[in-house]
């Protein structure tokens, strides 16, 4: 019987610390979060076309990476990317970096923003994909205002 006890006692002990989780902080194992302070519009290409305006029907090529400090252009893993994607440029249907990014941009431009999280999905992420509370990064051209 005096063994039993410890051993019950220490399987007790064991069984409460996996309960807890170990003290994890809801992070997604091996994806560092991380985003920049303010929203960064970076022009690549300056366009000589039509200016995009909110509430203008625009249509851009596209790819997304997490923002990742620690790398030269900021750009981490890539998370989507899409060609000839025709949208009306409005809040409510984009993420505000976007809504907020590319105004002023111009048909045949390219654009690089560096979006915050309160500017992207926040602290819901989105999917898989992007954990909450992550800076994105966008390369965006602009193809047609219609």
């Not at 019950?8 to 807890?20: N, P, Q, T």
């Not at 596209?62 to 923002?67: A, K, P, Q, R, V």
């Not at 999917?127 to 800076?135: C, E, F, V």
């Amino acid at each position: 019987m005096k063994r039993t006890l410890p051993l019950i006692a220490a399987f007790v002990a064991l069984l409460g610390l996996s309960a807890c989780g170990g003290g994890a902080s809801g992070t997604i194992v091996g994806v560092s979060v991380s985003s920049p302070a303010t929203l960064s519009k970076i022009d690549t290409v300056p366009g000589t076309g039509a200016a995009a305006a909110v509430g203008s029907k625009i249509t851009v090529n596209y790819t997304g990476w997490l923002y990742n400090s620690a790398a030269s252009d900021f750009k981490g893993a890539k998370f989507d990317s899409n060609s000839a994607m025709t949208f009306t440029l409005a809040s409510g249907s984009l993420i505000e970096g976007w809504v907020q990014g590319i105004p002023g941009m111009k048909v045949g431009g390219k654009r690089t923003l560096l979006i915050p999280s309160s500017l992207g999905y926040g602290a819901s992420g989105s999917g898989a994909s992007i954990p909450p509370n992550s800076g994105l990064v966008f390369d965006i051209e602009l193809t047609a205002v219609n």
